[in-house]
């Protein structure tokens, strides 16, 4: 069993930067990709990107495109989203997501395991 734990949300002004932490303990993460998404109250959790675990294959939902960046550190089993220029569009909370599929990686359903999620909010 894969457990997540993200860590860095929090409150910020539009225009500043966050960065998100997710880290693997339990069984050690091996599989194919990592991913973020994200989920505002009344709408489904979305995409945000995800990072291919070997190869380190990016992917971007164009409305991050360009302010986000996902990183990984394999000898820390740790993902991290780099959030900057923040919207109040981006306030939501925020999952990490682990998967050993290879299909529907912009999908909930591409992932076996979840974090319980960090708040990020960000003022105007």
């Known amino acids: 069993q894969v457990q997540l734990v993200e860590s860095g949300g929090g409150l910020v002004q539009a225009g500043n930067s966050l960065r998100l932490s997710c880290a693997t303990s339990?069984?050690?993460?091996?599989?194919?990709?990592m991913g973020w998404f994200r989920q505002v109250p009344g709408k489904e959790r979305e995409f945000v990107a995800r990072?291919?675990?070997?190869?380190?294959?990016?992917y971007y939902a164009d409305s991050v495109k360009g302010r986000f960046t996902i990183s990984k550190d394999n000898a820390k089993n740790t993902v991290y989203l780099q959030m900057n220029s923040l919207k109040p569009e981006d306030t939501a909370v925020y999952y990490c997501?682990?998967?050993?599929?290879?299909?529907?990686?912009?999908?909930?359903?591409?992932?076996?395991?979840w974090g319980q999620g960090t708040q990020v909010t960000v003022s105007s």
């Open positions: 997501a682990a998967t050993w599929g290879v299909r529907h990686l912009t999908m909930t359903s591409g992932y076996q395991y």
């Open positions: 339990g069984r050690t993460f091996s599989g194919y990709a």
């Open positions: 990072i291919s675990w070997l190869d380190g294959i990016l």
